[in-house]
């Protein structure tokens, strides 16, 4: 496997892993908007994963958008 699509597949494993934690940590929820009812709503370990889940979404964006610019 070339470097290129190691680091593709680093950033949709990256993306998907921030994706699936989201859902699991709103698995439970019971108001799913407005977000801040959403935040009140969640016991504190799952505000600790959705947050981590926004994190691993918004870290794999930053890096495919730098990799496009760059290439």
Do not use: N, Y
């Not at 950033?11 to 921030?18: C, E, H, I, M, V």
């Not at 407005?34 to 930053?62: H, K, N, T, Y």
């Amino acid at each position: 496997m070339t470097s290129h699509k190691k680091k593709r597949l680093a950033t949709a494993l990256g993306f998907l892993s921030g994706v699936l934690a989201c859902l699991d940590a709103l698995r439970d929820a019971r108001l799913l908007w407005p977000p801040d009812l959403v935040w009140a709503g969640l016991p504190s370990p799952q505000r600790l994963e959705l947050g981590g889940g926004i994190a691993l979404i918004v870290v794999s964006l930053i890096f495919d958008i730098r990799r496009a610019r760059s290439a």
